[in-house]
């Protein structure tokens, strides 16, 4: 079963307004990754948080992790049709081998 | 370097016929997966390696499916016989160390649709 499963399943909005994309997981972990996948393409890693961090800045990205929710959140800022595609959060159980694994993503269309 | 490369991007093949992948991993990186992904069931783990050995091969959905890594620069996952529930985009990854604090480096995939 997937530890990390990412909300809404679907989101759409106009260029210039800001996204928010959340996961939710299941067990303790020692940190979350956010991944892109463009349309047809690989995964990509945006960004990592550890499990002590509350919040994380990467230029337009903006990631918060609530342990004890045992949830994170993805916002992307000002946001451009370059940035339509899913987003995925990755994770791994503390106090073991991290074995990253998925949800099934958000699907993100930013219209220009 | 060229990341990791995976080959055929695309596959088309009929039911009951034997289909390998192929993935080389970025040079240096000590584990490789082995992902499948579907609409209906998102991204799954099917095996990974570390240092050319599998380490967990609970994903793979049956015995129909094997994974091989002869070398630390090539891996192959093979499906025999085809069926076409396994029409799925299958990616390899690689990363150079397994604490989470390493990323993933994904191939482009390899759709398969078994007719």
């Known amino acids: 079963s997937q530890q990390g499963e990412e909300d809404p399943q679907a989101l759409s909005i106009q260029e210039g307004e800001n996204a928010t994309m959340n996961c939710s997981y299941k067990?303790?972990?020692?940190?979350l990754q956010w991944y892109r996948q463009n349309s047809g393409r690989g995964l990509v890693h945006l960004i990592l948080i550890r499990s002590n961090e509350r919040e994380k800045h990467s230029g337009r990205l903006r990631v918060t992790l609530d342990t004890s929710k045992k949830s994170s959140s993805l916002l992307i800022t000002a946001s451009r049709a370059a940035d339509t595609a899913s987003y995925f959060c990755a994770t791994g159980k503390a106090g073991g081998s991290y074995i990253p694994t998925f949800g099934r993503g958000t699907s993100l269309i930013v219209h220009p | 370097d060229a990341g990791v490369i995976q080959s055929p991007r695309h596959e088309v093949t009929e039911m009951g016929q034997e289909v390998t992948l192929r993935c080389k991993p970025i040079?240096?990186?000590?584990?490789l997966f082995w992902y499948r992904q579907t609409m209906m069931r998102g991204l799954e783990l099917l095996i990974y390696?570390?240092?050319?050995?599998?380490?967990?091969d609970s994903g793979m959905p049956e015995d129909r499916f094997s994974a091989k890594m002869p070398n630390a620069s090539f891996s192959t996952l093979k499906i025999q016989p085809s069926e076409p529930r396994d029409s799925a985009v299958y990616f390899c990854a690689s990363s150079i160390v397994l604490s989470g604090t390493g990323e993933l480096f994904f191939g482009e995939g390899s759709r398969l649709t078994v007719l």
């Open positions: 067990t303790s972990i020692n940190n």
């Open positions: 040079s240096g990186h000590d584990y």
């Open positions: 390696f570390n240092n050319n050995v599998p380490i967990d």
